[in-house]
Structures are given as structure tokens and as C-alpha cells.
């Protein structure tokens, strides 16, 4: 028995280290994310400094110029990645040289995978010729495309399919390390990441943990390693380690500017899961704008799953907030309407008394005092009344302010003040912010919808939005069915319609389209 009280207690004090742990790495992370521009800036000024070479080198000098370029956008940027792999091959290929082409086809492939681009990826992997590559490019080759075959069988997830991709990735990877030395971070990397698709992860963990008490390890290789290595905790269903893992990663990943990286889109899925929604949404913007600057399309499909979830449960959120006022403003109206009720007995009980006169004459004074003070007050309150909440992602830390505020009325009695507050509480309003943030962030993802939408109708039945609209009802509902929410119910409580109203709008837009009916709804799906 007390084995397992003491058990009971060293998991309880675990845990609460666990969270403490996290709460103070989000700080850390969020601090890192403000900052995230001056790391970015100083990539820039990395990479402009290897560009002054490219005026006046040729031949093999030029192709060690594309190189490096291309090893510094490689995690960074997926276009300028790609456009100097490409640099790459078409000097090699007007050079001749085997050994130049396949070297910059491997580079190719680099950049395709990391965007997602799987076809592509074996078709120019493929034509490599590996008798002409050095021993570290054909392990380079041969990890990639164990990557390749890894990442194919994690998007496919198809119990047919997946095994025999991983299996590929497990023999190219043994081709791999026997090439790495054993002693380089590479080998052992791959090792414990084929343990991981092997179904060894304990083996698979001690080799991270290793891994990553390594002296020396770059923020880059730190990230790869703290983020695979969370994947093991996931598996464990060990959020609150996991968690702790992918903060690192994703702190890891912005002080080396890395925008090709899934750590903190998993961090955001992790804190939406364990119902911290203001950091999880936090994450999933950050998420986005990797995506969107690296151009990594597989991370716009994941982000677009999760961000509606997100956004509509900082709906549901933001809608208890108000029940919760209310409710707390009724109790205080009771109280307020209870102490009143004990001072008019009071003033009752005072008037039979002989100071009765002079009572009520100091009384009326000094409510006199006070009604002067309240109408001063309730001037300078006109003036500045179209000032109440900028709405901004710190949306718990104004409902504090309001609490305290509330209280301190309270203490003060300034009833009319209490009701003036409760009563300009704005639901609406908060929804229309949110509204608005969610047309933010889905142009981000799709910004050709609102043409590629227009261009599915005559002109004068095409949408023109006010100067100050992003996107309207019309467009916000087949936005909404864009990211996946196909039910009317879903989208008649996001929109805060009725299911018949929903119906409605679809099938008049339907209706005007220059597309057949039941071709509109997959021409909308196809909007990027």
C-alpha cells in the first residue's frame, strides 16, 4: 500500500513539473515567435553575403556558388531552394559533368520533397545516376529518399500501402548508414528514425536522448532531433513530454530561421487537444506563415484542418466568457439590491430618532456630492465611450480587466457604472472580430479565392466587396466548405445563422453560377 501511494505521488509531482516545465517554455516560445523578424533578417544578410561571387564566377567556382546558395535556402525558402538546385543542374548539364548533374538532381529532389511535391521527388530522384556520386552524396541520396519513402507512407496512412513504403525507407536508410560514420550526427539521426518506423521505440528513445545531450548540435539538428523524438512521446500518449519536445524544436527551428518544419503545427494540434486554445492558435498563425513563405503545400492541407477547429473553439470560448459575465452581474445586482434594501430600513429606523432632520439634511448633502460626481463622471464617459476593447489575440487578459474592474465598482457602489458596463458587453462584436481574423488568415492560405470565386459567375452576377470587407456572408460560406466544413449545421453555428438560411444562400449562389449545380461545390475545392 504504501508502494503505491508513493508511485501515486512521484506521478502527481511529475506532472505538475511537467506542466510548470511547459508553461515556462511557452513563455520562452512566445517571446522567440515577437522576435522571430531579427532572426529572419539576419538569414537575409547571411545569404546576401554569398551573392557577390555570382557576378564573375564560372564554371565549377559558379556551381559551388549555386550550392552554397542553395544549402541556405534549402530550409528556408522553397522557390529560391528550388531555383538554385536548378541553377545547378542546367550549369552541370552545359558543363558535362556526371557527377555535377546528379549532385543538383539530388538538390532537386531536396527541394520537391520539402514542398511537398512527391512525384516530382521520385521522378528526379530516379534519373540520378548514383556510380557517379561521391560517398557522402550517395548517403545524402540514399537518406532522402528514405525520408521520401517515410513521408509518402505518413501521407498516405493506408493499412495496404504504408507498410511497404516504410519498408523501402528502412532499406534505403540502410544504405545510408553504411556509409555515415558512425560517430556523425547523421548516422545516428537515421538510426534512431528507422528504430522509430520499425516499431522500436525504446531503443528509438535512448537514441535521441543521446542525441540530444550531444555538445555541439546546431539549433537545426537540435530541432529535428527534440521534434521526431516527441513523436514517440505522442505514440506514448505523453502529451505533456511531448509538448515540452516540440517547444524546444520550434524554438530551435526560429533562432535558425527554418520555415520548412512541422514542430510547432504539431505543438499547435498538442495545446488545442489539452485545451489551452490561446497558445495553440498562437502556434497554428505561426504555423501558417511558415507554410505560406516556404511554399510547403502538404502544411497548408494540415493547417487547414486544424485552424477551423481552433477558430471556432475561441468562439465557444468567447460565448461562456459572457454567460460567466452575466451570471456574475446578476449575483452583484441581487447584493447591490439587497444592501439597498437594508439602507432604506436604515434611513426608516434613523427618521424616528430626534437627529432625524439633521441625519437626513447631511444625508441629502452628501448625495448631492455624490450625484455631482457621478454626472462628472458619466460626461468624461461620453467623450471617450467609442474607446472600449481593441480586440487582439489576449483575449483573457481583457476579461481580467474587466473582473477587476468590476470589483472595484463594487466596492465603491457605482451601481449605475456596474449595469453600463455589463450592458455594452458585445458578443456580436467579438464574433465579427472573429469572423474577420478567420478572412485574414484563409486569404493568407487561398489569397486567389475571392477571383478564382468571381470567375464562376457572369459579371453582373460576380461579388464586389465594400472597401473595408474582406470577405462577406457569401463568400465567408463557401470559404468555410473550402477548409472542409461541409455540414450546414457547422457552418449555421460558425456563422451564427440558421441551417435553413445556410441553404438558402448555397443554393441561390448555386444558381447563378455559369458552372452546372452539382459541379460547383468541387470547382470551389479546387480555389487556391
Known amino acids: 500500500m504504501k508502494y503505491l501511494v508513493t508511485c501515486l505521488l512521484l506521478l502527481v509531482a511529475r506532472e505538475l513539473f511537467c506542466q510548470q516545465d511547459n508553461r515556462q517554455l511557452l513563455q520562452e516560445l512566445n517571446l522567440v515567435i515577437e522576435s522571430a523578424p531579427r532572426y529572419d533578417s539576419a538569414k537575409q544578410l547571411s545569404i546576401e553575403a554569398l551573392r557577390p561571387p555570382l557576378a564573375h564566377a564560372s564554371g565549377r567556382s559558379l556551381f559551388e556558388v ?19 538546385a536548378k541553377e545547378q543542374y542546367d550549369l552541370a548539364a552545359g558543363l558535362r559533368n556526371d557527377t555535377l548533374i546528379n549532385t543538383a538532381r539530388i538538390n532537386l529532389g531536396f527541394s520537391l520533397l520539402s514542398a511537398g511535391m512527391y512525384k516530382e521527388t521520385l521522378e528526379t530522384l530516379g534519373a540520378v545516376r548514383i556510380s557517379t556520386l561521391s560517398d557522402s552524396a550517395r548517403a545524402g541520396y540514399y537518406s532522402l529518399l ?23 525507407g528502412n532499406a534505403y536508410l540502410d544504405s545510408a548508414l553504411r556509409i555515415y560514420p558512425d560517430t556523425s550526427f547523421e548516422y545516428a539521426y537515421y538510426r534512431g528514425l528507422q528504430e522509430i518506423k520499425s516499431a522500436n521505440n525504446d531503443l ?19 530541432a529535428l532531433t527534440a521534434s521526431t523524438l516527441s513523436d514517440i512521446y505522442i505514440q506514448r500518449n505523453e502529451n505533456d513530454s511531448a509538448i515540452n519536445l516540440l517547444i524546444q524544436a520550434a524554438i530551435a527551428d526560429i533562432r535558425s530561421s527554418t520555415r520548412e518544419t512541422s514542430a510547432i503545427f504539431n505543438l499547435a494540434v498538442l495545446l488545442y487537444k489539452k485545451g489551452d486554445v490561446k497558445n495553440a492558435y498562437t502556434c497554428i498563425q505561426r504555423a501558417i506563415a511558415d507554410a505560406t513563405f516556404y511554399g510547403a503545400r502538404q502544411r497548408k492541407v494540415q493547417v487547414s484542418a486544424i485552424l477551423p477547429l481552433i477558430e471556432g473553439e475561441r468562439v465557444n470560448i468567447a460565448e461562456s466568457q459572457k454567460q460567466k459575465w452575466l451570471t456574475y452581474a446578476a449575483v452583484v445586482t441581487f447584493l447591490l439590491a439587497v444592501v439597498i434594501v437594508l439602507v432604506i430600513a436604515l434611513l426608516r429606523q434613523v427618521k424616528k430618532v430626534k437627529l432625524s432632520r439633521k441625519a437626513l439634511m447631511e444625508a441629502h448633502a452628501r448625495l448631492q456630492q455624490i450625484n455631482g460626481q457621478l454626472m462628472e463622471s458619466n460626461t468624461i464617459k461620453e467623450e471617450y465611450i467609442g474607446y472600449f476593447f481593441n480586440y487582439n489575440s489576449d483575449f483573457f487578459s481583457r ?36 469572423l474577420k481574423s478567420f478572412d485574414k488568415v484563409f486569404l493568407t492560405l487561398f489569397p486567389g479565392f475571392v477571383n478564382g470565386f468571381n470567375a464562376l459567375f457572369k459579371p453582373e452576377d460576380q461579388v464586389h466587396l465594400k472597401d473595408s470587407e474582406l470577405l462577406n ?3 465567408r460560406i463557401f470559404a468555410l466548405i473550402r477548409m472542409g466544413i461541409t455540414d450546414n449545421e457547422k457552418i449555421a453555428h460558425i456563422l451564427e445563422y440558421s441551417v435553413n438560411t445556410i441553404y438558402t444562400y448555397k443554393t441561390k449562389i448555386r444558381n447563378k453560377s455559369i458552372v452546372p449545380n452539382d459541379e460547383f461545390e468541387s470547382r470551389i475545392m479546387e480555389l487556391k
Request: positive net charge; glycine residues 4%; hydrophobic residues 35%.
Open 66 to 84: 549555386y550550392r552554397c546558395l542553395f544549402e541556405a535556402y534549402k530550409i528556408f525558402n522553397y522557390d529560391s531552394a528550388y531555383r538554385f
Open 146 to 168: 528514405g525520408r521520401f519513402y517515410y513521408d509518402l507512407g505518413d501521407f498516405d496512412k493506408d493499412v495496404n500501402y504504408t507498410p511497404g513504403y516504410i519498408g523501402q
Open 204 to 222: 528509438a528513445r535512448q537514441t535521441f536522448r543521446a542525441l540530444l545531450q550531444r555538445p555541439r548540435l546546431t539549433d537545426h539538428e537540435m
Open 399 to 434: 476579461i481580467e480587466r474587466f473582473k477587476r474592474n468590476l470589483d472595484q465598482k463594487i466596492a465603491d457602489r457605482k451601481i449605475d457604472e456596474i449595469r453600463f458596463l455589463v450592458n455594452n458587453i458585445n458578443l456580436k462584436q467579438e464574433r465579427d472580430d472573429l
Open 473 to 475: 456572408t457569401d463568400l
